[in-house]
Nanobody
């Protein structure tokens, strides 16, 4: 079984920073993609950023230049450094890990609240 444990959410004022972490454990294929989704109240879950085990990154347009995704392959851990936070970044952030066509795992979610 694969487990993802997130940490680092919280309350921050607009313009502030937070760093999310997600540690994966279990039987994990070495070639994989880790990432972050978020879901705001009343909205659909959206992809925020991904990073492959080889280091290729993707960001949704709304976070480019403000968020940085990184990972430590030895620790099976992914990070999301969030700077210049805006109230519209308020959401539950979910960590994901996937490989192949059938292996897709989710964390329990961590709340990020940005006050104006």
């Amino acid at each position: 079984q694969v487990q993802l444990v997130e940490s680092g959410g919280g309350l921050v004022q607009a313009g502030g920073s937070l760093r999310l972490s997600c540690a994966a454990s279990g039987s994990i294929f070495s070639i994989n993609v880790m990432g972050w989704y978020r879901q705001a109240p009343g909205k659909q879950r959206e992809l925020v950023a991904t990073i492959s085990s080889g280091g290729t990154t993707y960001y949704t347009d709304s976070v480019k230049g403000r968020f940085t995704i990184s990972r430590d392959n030895a620790k099976n851990t992914v990070y999301l450094q969030m700077n210049s936070l805006k109230p519209e970044d308020t959401a539950v952030y979910y960590c994901t890990l996937r490989w192949g066509s059938r292996s897709n795992y989710w964390g329990q979610g961590t709340q990020v609240t940005v006050s104006s």
